[in-house]
């Protein structure tokens, strides 16, 4: 994982020929573990990543996407109060493997409304309740 406490290499990006660069470290040396700032002669910023670590990158910013998106389904879910949260979380989970969708196309509410109105047993009912007490 990449660690911002320890320090990162810079380097002065300069062109010998439209063909050719020279990077010329300032702080540190190129490593795999870290990024590697550079900066050209027109003061434009780049940086340099292995693939391992862009790879790392990428999976952590997946990971969260995921944690992201199971929160928001969760929360969507109990704000319709499910009489069973859990057989609810896996009717959604099923619906999901049904379709085959990206996580980032999905509208966790809307997907739970649909589940609502496909499966109303699952879920607490307010009309129903005040008929049963008024009997």
């Known amino acids: 994982m ?3 406490n320890q320090s990162f290499a810079s380097a002065q990006l300069k062109q ?3 063909r050719t660069l020279n990077i010329e470290f300032v702080d540190g ?4 573990d870290r990024p590697c700032f550079l900066s ?4 434009q910023e780049y940086v340099i990543l292995s693939a391992d670590l862009l790879q790392q990158i990428l999976q952590n910013m997946k990971q969260a996407q995921e944690e992201r998106f ?3 389904l969760e929360k969507d879910i109990a704000n319709l109060m ?4 859990d057989d609810v979380l896996s ?5 999901l493997q049904e ?9 966790t509410q809307h997907l739970a409304k649909t589940i609502k109105q496909e499966y109303p047993n699952l879920f607490f009912n307010f009309d129903d309740y005040f008929r049963r007490n008024n009997d």
């Open 70 to 72: 199971a929160i928001s």
């Open 99 to 107: 379709l085959n969708l990206d996580i980032a196309q999905v509208d």
């Open 29 to 32: 040396e190129l490593s795999r």
């Open 91 to 95: 009717v959604a989970k099923s619906k």
């Open 16 to 18: 010998i020929d439209s």
């Open 40 to 43: 050209d002669e027109k003061n």
């Open 82 to 85: 499910p009489l069973d949260f």
């Open 2 to 4: 990449l660690d911002f």
